[in-house]
């Protein structure tokens, strides 16, 4: 394999030796960081794997909010130049990214997304306030605002239900305005675990499968009631660090679920695993 740093965005690229027509663009969650690991692990299958960092990194938002999508566009053009196809893998607001950029995007043809969600969500600003993850066009998409009066109960804490009470709480047009238009997207398959204790992905899973299953799409959806928010997948090791927040699930827990959602990846990715 031939490993590419990139420098605009900061990101790698990994080239499998004999690559296949399928590149995949990984993207991970509120750390922003560079999923190294993961993208070696794809380009192992097969598929031209690159990751950026999409906050954080020069001329970027310091943080996950009011983020371009047309960062993300940008490099799936990129990729369109290499691969016949390309897929957007995500974890968490990762997740959130990829079926955003694959809702506007037509040159997406699939999206795999960890811990997904089905709405646009509030980011928080460090000087406070809230506004949307993401723009298009300039423009802040629609999203579910936080409730100002939720206080975790737990050390660290657990924000599943801040989550869920906002989504609750939100009046039924600013929820709808702020659903992520996922019945645009050819193919999806998503990994959730019924643990999780950041947000409540599962619940998100199944609204995004019955929206496209009204629509005449059909969703993979890969669950285990155990594991957490961070799926391991086979030769990943369990991810340490980042925010201090329950997270759920266990590491066993986890594993089993990336094992079991494994072969589907390597599918969707064009080569049965």
Same mark, same amino acid.
């Given at each position: 394999m031939i490993t590419t740093e990139l420098t605009d965005p900061i990101g790698i690229r990994? *080239?499998? @030796?004999?690559?296949? @027509?399928?590149?995949?663009? !990984?993207?991970?969650?509120?750390?922003?960081?560079?999923? *190294?690991?993961?993208?070696?692990?794809?380009?192992?299958?097969?598929?031209?794997?690159?990751?950026?960092?999409?906050?954080?990194?020069?001329?970027?938002?310091?943080?996950? &909010?009011?983020?371009?999508?047309?960062?993300?566009?940008?490099?799936?053009?990129?990729?369109?130049?290499?691969? +016949?196809?390309?897929?957007?893998?995500? #974890?968490? =607001?990762?997740?959130?990214?990829?079926?955003?950029?694959?809702?506007? *995007?037509?040159?997406? +043809?699939?999206?795999?997304? =960890?811990?997904? #969600? +089905? !709405?646009? &969500?509030?980011?928080?600003?460090?000087?406070?306030?809230?506004?949307?993850? &993401?723009?298009?066009?300039?423009?802040?998409?629609?999203?579910?605002? =936080? !409730?100002?009066d939720w206080r975790p109960d737990t050390d660290p804490p657990a924000y599943r239900e801040l989550y869920r009470t906002s989504w609750e709480h939100a009046d039924p047009g600013g929820r709808a305005a702020a659903e992520i238009p996922v019945e645009r997207i050819p193919r999806i398959l998503l990994v959730a675990g019924g643990d999780d204790q950041v947000w409540p992905s599962v619940d998100h899973a199944h609204r995004i499968a019955q929206r496209r299953r009204a629509v005449g799409r059909d969703t993979m959806i890969v669950s285990a009631p155990e594991a957490g928010h961070r799926t391991i997948l086979p030769g990943e090791t369990a991810v340490v660090g980042g925010q201090a927040m329950a997270r759920g699930g266990t590491p066993e827990a986890d594993a089993a679920l990336g094992e079991r959602a494994w072969p589907k990846i390597t599918e969707l990715l064009g080569r049965p695993g």
């Open positions: 990994v *080239t499998p @030796d004999r690559p296949s @027509d399928t590149a995949v663009l !990984v993207l991970a969650g509120s750390s922003g960081r560079v999923e *190294t690991a993961r993208a070696e692990l794809l380009a192992r299958s097969g598929a031209v794997a690159e990751s950026i960092r999409w906050f954080g990194g020069p001329g970027q938002q310091p943080g996950p &909010w009011e983020v371009p999508v047309e960062l993300f566009q940008s490099r799936v053009a990129e990729l369109r130049t290499l691969a +016949d196809r390309v897929v957007i893998l995500g #974890t968490s =607001f990762g997740a959130e990214a990829a079926l955003i950029t694959a809702a506007y *995007t037509p040159e997406v +043809d699939a999206v795999i997304a =960890f811990a997904p #969600t +089905d !709405v646009v &969500w509030a980011g928080i600003r460090p000087e406070g306030g809230q506004t949307s993850h &993401w723009t298009v066009a300039g423009a802040a998409l629609p999203y579910i605002s =936080f !409730v100002e």
